[in-house]
């Protein structure tokens, strides 16, 4: 009992040092757990590859090729360290030829896609700013119908992942996310994805799988790491001050859509069966005696373009690909045109939430669905575009669909969920 009297003695009179190692202690316990819970994740991960490199394969079969295009600079430095950790093991495991090309600067990766030799899958571990540069790449190339087959798995390093939370489960666990998209990537499930073809009038074109922003949001968006010292209010601060310099913030410009075009049927996943002998014998006897009347080729019709002038705070243009598995009756582009009569207070909570989704749209918004668009900003010194998070200067342009243009790999777990949804 003294010795119990004693210890409470001693927490009353230093009760900031006690305060202090009770915080030390708890902090040094959960980052200890978390290395734990990692490790198990890693473990885990681990044996589900084994599984897959024991499987047995043919004499006349090859391991399977990957080609790996890792960004070490992506998520600030630290993509390499999370690779080889995380992602890594599990390729190597499963009993893949994995080749891993690093790149060392920016716009290496298109470069690497022109001299790319033929593999089974394409790996892009990075960020939202090494996938756009690798379809890009990929789709410059001259023989880029026969590449555009290859599957590409996308491995989220970067601090921007957009296209993740369409292929994986959402998790705010960096070790999950990573084991996730490799296991996935052995699975071998796929899902075709649209491609935005962005063409300027000099310039060779730019390829973009989520969306492209022009306007007043974006422009703030870009300023939101510099309020980073009031934490959560960031981005609230950044929208306010922006209202302080310009008032209203309304950009002009004039736009013209095609109409949405139907989706055709999807192709059959096998091939049919070679009819028997009989059959093709007697078809061709049929061609040979009545051989069929060719009709002359039909002209194509004119794009019928509808041009608009709008007034908007912002522009967005993006694919349908935050939910690939959904069925829809057209291919198109969702054309987003944010109104220009907002309210300071309406336009700070409004930037609020686009700085967690930026491809949220608001519900007064004008929104038109279009298989291509072009776009032309009305006054000099346009600003800049986001094109799949990454920077460009704003001039016009011309937008076109390339529908189910590229195949990725996916999560079973989130194919069943957007399904749901």
């Not at 010292?229 to 981005?235: D, E, F, I, S, T």
Request: aromatic content about 8%.
């Amino acid at each position: 009992m003294a010795r119990v009297v004693k210890v409470f003695r001693t927490l009353r009179n230093h009760w900031k040092k006690s305060t202090f190692a009770v915080c030390v202690l708890s902090y040094g316990g959960h980052w200890l757990y978390g290395i734990h819970c990692d490790s198990l994740l890693r473990r885990e991960a681990c044996l589900q590859a084994r599984e897959y490199g024991r499987q047995l394969i043919g004499p006349q079969d090859t391991l399977r090729k990957a080609t790996v295009i890792l960004n070490p600079a992506a998520s600030r430095g630290k993509a390499n360290n999370l690779f080889e950790k995380n992602a890594a093991p599990i390729l190597h495991l499963a009993g893949m030829e994995v080749k891993i090309v690093k790149t060392d600067y920016e716009g290496q990766a298109k470069k690497l896609m022109e001299l790319m030799d033929n593999t089974d899958m394409l790996i892009v571990a990075g960020g939202d700013g090494t996938l756009q540069e690798v379809i890009t790449g990929l789709l410059r190339r001259p023989d880029e119908g026969t590449f555009s087959r290859t599957p590409i798995g996308f491995i989220p390093l970067g601090s921007q992942n957009s296209l993740s939370y369409s292929l994986y489960p959402e998790s705010d666990n960096q070790v999950k996310s990573i084991t996730s998209a490799a296991l996935s990537i052995l699975k071998g499930e796929t899902v075709p994805l649209d491609v935005m073809k962005i063409q300027g009038e000099t310039e060779q074109p730019v390829f973009a799988l989520i969306s492209l922003r022009w306007g007043a949001f974006r422009d703030v968006a870009a300023k939101i790491k510099k309020y980073w010292y009031l934490g959560p209010l960031k981005a609230k601060a950044a929208h306010w001050f922006s209202t302080l310099g310009e008032w209203p913030q309304v950009r002009e410009a004039s736009i013209s859509l095609l109409p949405a075009v139907p989706r055709p049927p999807d192709e059959p996943p096998h091939k049919p069966p070679r009819p028997n002998l009989l059959y093709r014998i007697f078809r061709r006897l049929k061609n040979y005696w009545y051989p069929p009347i060719e009709e002359p080729p039909k002209e194509p019709e004119p794009e019928r373009w509808e041009e608009k002038e709008i007034s908007t705070t912002e522009l967005l243009i993006t694919t349908q690909n935050k939910n690939p598995v959904q069925r829809r009756d057209d291919d198109a582009l969702l054309v987003c045109v944010e109104p220009n009569s907002l309210t300071v207070p309406e336009f700070i909570s409004t930037g609020s939430l686009k700085a967690e989704d930026p491809t949220e749209c608001m519900l007064s918004a004008m929104k038109v669905e279009a298989s291509a668009c072009k776009f032309n900003p009305k006054q000099e010194g346009a600003g800049f575009f986001n094109i799949d998070n990454e920077e460009y200067e704003a001039m016009p342009v011309e937008i076109r669909l390339l529908p189910r243009k590229l195949y990725f790999f996916c999560s079973g777990e989130r194919r069943e969920q957007l399904l749901a949804e």
